[in-house]
């Protein structure tokens, strides 16, 4: 399915709620969406939410490969005289099993899965916030008959991002609840000396000794993908350097157990290197890519998705490379390295520190399911609500 920019009208497939100041509209057509793009992410760049995760193109690359198998509930909040887009809640529908009998129906937030996203959010115009939140949450309420509960895994905590959801939900009358998650970050010094000098000294020889010996084989070269021409050389050898890393545990690796994924990655990095967000490094051995390591950089951020690497290559080959990303981000002036989602002791071997995110679940309590679940506490993702496994709507328990 392609996203049209033009070809349907927003009021043709919205059903408008009314307020004093802002009016909410619900569009249920990706196509509908699509004719959003201008004003969305000139929304996107003012507010709170700003996020890679949350553009146009990200979202649009995600419809493309998966949107014939979503339904969309977004909702679009607009001031009532201007018309002027103030807010908006991009949502899809899903379903889970409750007990692997009882079908129940989520709402997710749009392109979640299987992209790599985090730090879900609604978005909202500075200084109007609370209200927009508000119109939000008070018109999913008024949609209950439509969904069981909606799940936000992974949401901001340092920021307010996840406070000013559970606030909205609470005044609309709903029940919000939250779990912590832990994310590791990277605040990048101004020089890859004052880095190195921050860890360990055995760390830090370790590093260098590796560098040197691995940098001063014959052919071998730190390079990064910066044109069109050699993106799908890279891709390529990513899809297979992860499948080949994973094999070292007997497991698959994620673009082959997830073929939806690369489908994905295929259709966002073009998009991603023409806009200027790309970061695509790898360290070749006479022209074959033999480690890489894939992300985005946004908002001065460098932020880490994917990496994979020759296990029968030099033995250390993939902390060489995190080391020259990280030399190669400092030299350009990005403020951070993000490794986004979970905190490992890998993590804080690379000096990243801990920061607090959420997994919020929000039920309505109207329909018996929503009752259901708000009274049992029963989780997503957990043994008792899981979501729906089938060739249609592969999606993890852990998504």
């Known amino acids: 399915m392609t996203v049209r920019c033009s070809a349907t ?91 692997k009998v009882l079908r129940v129906r989520a709402l997710r937030p ?101 560098r040197r010996k691995l940098l001063g084989m014959p052919g071998v070269r730190f390079e990064r993908c910066d044109s069109a021409q050699d993106l799908d050389r890279y891709l390529e050898a990513l899809f297979e350097l992860n499948d080949r890393r994973w094999q070292t545990r007997d497991m698959q690796g994620t673009f082959r157990r997830k073929p939806d994924e690369a489908a994905f990655y295929r259709d966002f990095a073009p998009r991603a290197l023409a806009a200027g967000w790309l970061r695509f490094y790898g360290i070749t051995e006479n022209g074959v890519l033999k480690a890489v390591q894939y992300g985005y950089c946004y908002g001065g951020a460098f932020l880490q998705l994917q990496e994979g690497f020759d296990p029968e290559f030099f033995q250390g080959s993939g902390n060489v490379l995190r080391h020259c990303v990280i030399e190669s981000c400092i030299e350009e002036g990005v403020h951070a390295y993000d490794f986004l989602g979970e905190m490992t002791d890998h993590k804080s071997r690379w000096l990243a520190e801990e920061r607090l995110g959420y997994d919020v679940m929000v039920l309505h309590g109207i329909t018996p399911l929503s009752w259901l679940l708000a009274k049992a506490g029963i989780w997503p993702t957990g043994r008792h609500l899981v979501a729906r496994l089938d060739a249609h709507d592969p999606s993890p328990k852990n998504s």
């Open 9 to 99: 009208s927003v009021r043709e497939a919205v059903r408008p709620v009314n307020s004093d100041r802002l009016k909410l509209e619900w569009v249920e057509s990706w196509d509908a969406w699509g004719s959003l793009r201008g004003e969305w992410d000139e929304l996107l760049v003012r507010s709170r939410a700003d996020s890679i995760f949350l553009t146009w193109d990200w979202i649009a690359s995600w419809i493309k490969v998966l949107g014939s198998r979503r339904t969309p509930l977004v909702g679009i909040v607009r001031d009532a005289s201007t018309g002027k887009l103030c807010g908006a809640a991009v949502l899809y529908r899903t379903e889970y099993r409750l007990l």
């Open 110 to 210: 749009a392109a979640d899965w299987p992209t790599g996203s985090e730090y879900p959010d609604w978005i909202a115009e500075p200084g109007q916030e609370e209200a927009v939140l508000d119109a939000l949450a008070r018109g999913l309420v008024e949609r209950a008959r439509d969904w069981d509960f909606a799940w936000m895994p992974n949401m901001r905590g340092w920021d307010g991002a996840h406070e000013r959801l559970l606030q909205a939900g609470r005044r609309a009358g709903m029940q919000v609840r939250d779990r912590s998650t832990h994310f590791g970050f990277l605040q990048l010094p101004k020089t890859i000396a004052e880095y190195e000098g921050l860890l360990s000294s055995d760390r830090r020889q370790q590093l260098r000794r590796k």
